[in-house]
């Protein structure tokens, strides 16, 4: 059975609900209409991925992060969640009539930021510095902040269009490094983007052109240092970001043996400050 947007509106619906009754029934409750409103905004955002699911990758269909899932739709199309009017024309011999059809009014991730990471402070034990203060639970705060939240759903539910997706221009690339298909949606010719694949996290840069678009990885050519040597090798930037290794001096590195067995540590510095063309060899 495939999700649909629909679905999920209908559980973020009844969690506003039961938000609703909590918040009516004192401050004794609010920590549960929290947690109905946190899963709320996560069924909204979760609809806007059901909207997405043949663009997303496999592995984002497991995803429970909210903002890891908004962050991934926006870079498959960044007006994602932005509001949206849409009007057809029904005018005739040439002049036009616009009439409006409905409005669309997803969360954004500004405000998925903003709020379900401050509704979460309200889901744990008070600290001590907290309770040093007085204060095991700021009830008045919570419910300021539950109110926010109930006005922001609300304004997504009472939208009259939803599963809101174009195709103006559509676009695939096969990753070079794990050769797992990444879509890329309505990149206008002259448009950039940059984008990270959606399993492996390589990083590129995607351009629209008139035709589809051109597709850049973001690497680095490294050369073995050895004298004499000169083997090259592309190294994606986020392979020498995520390095594990640190060197003496505390900068990270990277490891790497060329074909001929010199032995390169490739560090930060090296390829931030003086190329790429300083890996020392030992
Ligand atoms: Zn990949
Ligand atoms: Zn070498």
Redesign the pocket.
Known sequence: MKVTESDYRAQAYHALARAETQMGLGDADLRYAVLELRVAIEALVMGRAATFQDEMGEQFLSKWNPRDLLHHLRTIDPKVDRPMSLSVDMGKDGVEDFRKVGDSRPITLEELDRLHHSLGSFLHAATLSQVGKGEWFNAAKARKRCEAAVALVRLALDSTLSAMKFKFFASAFDCERCKSDNHILNLRPGEKRAVTCHKCGAPYAVVGTEDGMRVGAHRLPIT?A?TG?G?QQQFFADEIRASSKWTGDGLKALEWT???G?FNLITMRNILVDGPQTATAA
């Open positions: 073995c050895m040597c083997e060329c074909q001929h010199h």
